[in-house]
T-cell receptor, first 111, second 111 residues
Framework: NAGVTQTPKFQVLKTGQSMTLQCAQD?????MSWYRQDPGMGLRLIHY???????DQGEVPNGYNVSRSTTEDFPLRLLSAAPSQTSVYFC??????????FGPGTRLTVT | TQLLEQSPQFLSIQEGENLTVYCNSS?????LQWYRQEPGEGPVLLVT?????EVKKLKRLTFQFGDARKDSSLHITAAQPGDTGLYLC???????????FGGGTRVLVKP
């Protein structure tokens, strides 16, 4: 199993550009989540999904959209990038024992 | 909103020394998870503690959950350079997804 994969690993955007961060898992987990990590603030939940076709907002959802058309994929869209969205983004999936498996992250810089 | 405070924020020690990091909450934990994150990687779950007063050991790591379930500690005995990383505590408030993270303790073990 590859676990949780994320692409790209690094990305630089200009203010106002849009992009999609990809996340995929091959463990057949129903639950998936997106977090952002900023220095000294741990990880904060952006959006999450409890299964295909179902998504909900987390703590910091503004400026981001998600969709969950399949169990495997959970892309995160930045609609109009802002410097405040410079961060490291982690995707995670959760098994039935409530253990979260994190991807390797995407480091995003918005100039 | 529950706040998780971790202390210290940063710890630098020599190989062979012991260290303890702490996680405190403004309210009672349902359960508590400890993660370790290495540079450039996503967090990896170390342990989940559930019962007040619980102690769990993972090789040289000892995890303690406070009797009142409002605090937890992680003690590393005879630290090694491989223990270097960011240690995060998290409260899984709801099944699957809604992890609330502390700000983390960055540990550096020098050879």
């Amino acid at each position: 199993n590859a676990g949780v994969t994320q692409t790209p690993k690094f990305q630089v955007l200009k203010t106002g550009q849009s992009m999609t961060l990809q996340c995929a898992q091959d463990m057949n987990h129903e639950y998936m989540s997106w977090y952002r990590q900023d220095p000294g603030m741990g990880l904060r939940l952006i959006h999450y999904s409890v299964g295909a076709g179902i998504t909900d907002q987390g703590e910091v959802p503004n400026g981001y959209n998600v969709s969950r058309s399949t169990t495997e994929d959970f892309p995160l869209r930045l609609l109009s990038a802002a410097p405040s969205q410079t961060s490291v983004y982690f995707c995670a999936s959760t098994d039935r024992a409530n253990e979260q498996y994190f991807g390797p992250g995407t480091r995003l810089t918005v100039t | 909103t529950q706040l998780l405070e971790q202390s210290p924020q940063f710890l630098s020690i020599q190989e062979g020394e012991n260290l303890t990091v702490y996680c405190n909450s403004s309210s009672v934990f349902s359960s508590l998870q400890w993660y370790r994150q290495e540079p450039g990687e996503g967090p990896v779950l170390l342990v989940t503690v559930v019962t007040g007063g619980e102690v769990k050991k993972l090789k040289r790591l000892t995890f303690q959950f406070g009797d009142a379930r409002k605090d937890s500690s992680l003690h590393i005995t005879a630290a090694q350079p491989g223990d270097t990383g960011l240690y995060l505590c998290a409260d899984p408030r709801a099944a699957g997804n809604k992890l609330t993270f502390g700000g983390g303790t960055r540990v550096l073990v020098k050879p």
